[in-house]
């Protein structure tokens, strides 16, 4: 199915990364946000209460992050596409709910511009620290998918993915911008509508009386209906049956919480999404995501210049986390180095994938700004056995 | 062309973001070149310190952040203390030379060029485009970028029915900065 040329706003623009990733929502076809406006994420929301009374759609300023964040979900069985969109303090709100979306199986978007924490930290400044926080924040088991853009651009083209994934997978979507590549402006280049592809909600072809809100098919994924249309349906956060209502034995728990996880599992290989630059043959490997995937790419060059094997891999799906290919990588790679704008987070899942192998060094950054470029190349250098080590700072 | 680093700074209110934009668009969608920008975000308002930081390049973009700028584009006395100590040596300041009156402090071998841009805007009948004139005289000093890309990047970012002052507001800056460049020569 193609977008929809009301939301898409054709042509080529100099947009922040904040605006680029509202475009795409509207290109995607979201025509219901319900948010409590935050720093360093407040523009998306700002274009989208003044684009979609034009469009055909409806913005709600919520009370706080916990309504919003449950707003969406009735809109969604309500019809629509939606998502919401926050930075960390208020993504810690929404965790109740969004372990709600997880087992009612609503496809949302939530977005993500992470701020430096703990708590309300910094709000101006980046950060890249909520990436266990999404995998993990919630409590209970349950799979989710997290895309991470490193430009507007990316902002506009990702977004559509995100919201496309939802569909596919029934989960929630979490888009893991920063404030950089948020407040960062750039070109951006929205194609047409007939060029942009957009995945349809799962609709189900049975009647009312034959359908049940929870049975999948081998895809392990169920279809939707719209409520109010005549199927019956029950939504309930509690473990349930096909029928949707709550059966509380252990039974019934394993049957649906070993779905909502291996609907995920099972089909991790489709959502392997990475750039991979030199890594064939490389004898360190940079993984990156975000944007210290940028800053990390003007080390990797000025690396290769002083004669270094070293490839760059960024993870534009950091969950589920491509462990196999990382894992396959570490047969040959002498050394991984991992920046982020964190303490030491998606690093734990490198060395869990490389088990050993090879070495893993993790370049920590607590947040506010990037990482410099030489700090980056001086580890490379290091890990490639070319530079003598260099005294250990921080942390790890 | 290599990269370019690029800090425009002054208040808030002397539309200095826009002036950044501007320069980045032009660059980025008329110039076919790569740019990013970014502003200097924080609690500001109108009165207060601003900047945005502009990088044009032929290649694309890693490290977003201006430290050492190539080219200063200056609006403001604090905007000059601040960011002066930061220029490259040998890089260019371009200053509003009613507001901003420069020291001995630049790097080894920098150049500074001054223009009233405040009194030509108000001369051009808004003390507002003030900013546009800084853009033309950015766009007339640097040759950075042609006149036609800065025009094209000038008509589509202010509001309509503004068109024809900024383009007046435009010109001037750069006739004026085309001028200073060959008198420097």
């Known amino acids: ?396 | 062309m290599p990269r370019t680093e690029i800090r425009v700074g002054g208040l808030g209110g002397q539309g200095v973001i826009l002036c950044g934009s501007i320069i980045g668009k032009a660059a980025a969608i008329h110039g076919g070149k790569h740019a990013t920008m970014i502003q200097a975000f924080g609690p500001e308002a109108r009165g207060s310190a601003c900047s945005a930081q502009v990088i044009v390049s032929d290649e694309t973009i890693g490290y977003p952040y201006v430290k050492n700028p190539d080219i200063l584009v200056l609006m403001s006395p604090d905007a000059y203390k601040l960011f002066a100590p930061t220029l490259k040596p040998g890089g260019l300041v371009l200053y509003e030379s009613e507001l901003v009156h420069p020291d001995k402090n630049l790097p080894a071998g920098a150049k500074a060029v001054g223009i009233p841009a405040t009194r030509f805007a108000e001369e051009l009948g808004r003390r507002l485009v003030l900013n546009i004139v800084m853009v033309g005289f950015f766009a007339g000093t640097t040759g950075l970028l042609s006149y036609e890309a800065v025009q094209k990047a000038v008509l589509d970012s202010v509001p309509k029915g503004t068109e024809d002052l900024n383009a007046r507001a435009l010109k001037k800056g750069f006739e004026f900065g085309r001028e200073t460049a060959s008198a420097r020569r």
């Not at chain 1, 580890?379 to 260099?390: F, L, N, R, T, V």
């Open chain 1, 1 to 396: 199915m193609k977008a929809d040329p009301k939301g898409v706003l054709t042509g080529i623009h100099f947009i922040d990364g904040d605006h680029a990733a509202c475009e795409g929502a509207l290109a995607a076809g979201c025509r219901f946000i319900a948010g409590y406006p935050i720093t360093p994420s407040t523009e998306v929301v700002e274009r989208f209460a003044q684009r979609i009374p034009h469009i055909g759609g409806i913005f709600i300023q919520m009370e706080d992050e916990i309504a919003s964040s449950i707003a969406i979900q009735g809109a969604m069985w309500a019809g629509k596409k939606v998502m919401t969109v926050t930075s960390g303090p208020g993504l810690s709100l929404m965790m109740e709910h969004i372990g709600l979306a997880a087992i009612a199986e609503v496809p949302c978007v939530f977005v993500d511009v992470q701020r430096g924490g703990p708590s309300t930290g910094l709000p101006t400044l980046p950060a890249q620290a909520d990436m266990m926080q999404v995998k993990w924040g919630s409590h209970g088991d349950y799979e989710i998918i997290a895309l991470c853009p490193n430009s507007p651009q990316e902002c506009f083209d990702l977004m559509i993915k995100a919201f496309n994934l939802a569909e596919t997978f029934r989960v929630p979507v979490f888009f893991m911008m920063d404030e950089v590549v948020g407040h960062m402006t750039e070109r951006v280049v929205i194609p047409e509508a007939s060029k942009i592809e957009i995945t349809e909600r799962r609709w189900s072809k049975k009647k009312p009386g034959e359908y049940k809100p929870y049975e999948a098919g081998p895809d392990m994924v169920p279809d939707l209906v719209k409520a109010g249309d005549g199927h019956r349906i029950h939504i309930t956060g509690l473990t349930h049956d096909e029928r949707g209502y709550p059966v509380l034995n252990p039974a019934a728990q394993k049957k649906l919480v070993e779905r909502l996880l291996d609907k995920i599992r099972l089909r991790k290989d489709e959502l392997v999404d990475v750039r991979q630059d030199g890594v064939d043959g490389a004898e360190v490997v940079v993984v990156s995501f975000g944007i210290t995937s940028r800053v990390a790419q003007a080390a990797v060059e000025e690396a290769r210049r002083k004669g270094v094997k070293v490839g760059h891999l960024r993870l534009v799906i950091a969950w589920p986390f491509p462990a196999a290919l990382i894992a396959e990588l570490s047969k040959s790679v002498k050394a991984f180095v991992v920046p982020e704008l964190n303490m030491g987070q998606m690093v734990l899942e490198v060395e869990r994938a490389v088990l050993g192998r090879a070495r893993v060094v993790s370049i920590p950054h607590p947040g506010g700004t990037v990482h410099e470029p030489g700090a980056i190349l001086d580890k490379i250098m290091e890990a490639s056995g070319k530079a003598a080590p260099a005294p250990q700072g921080a942390a790890r």
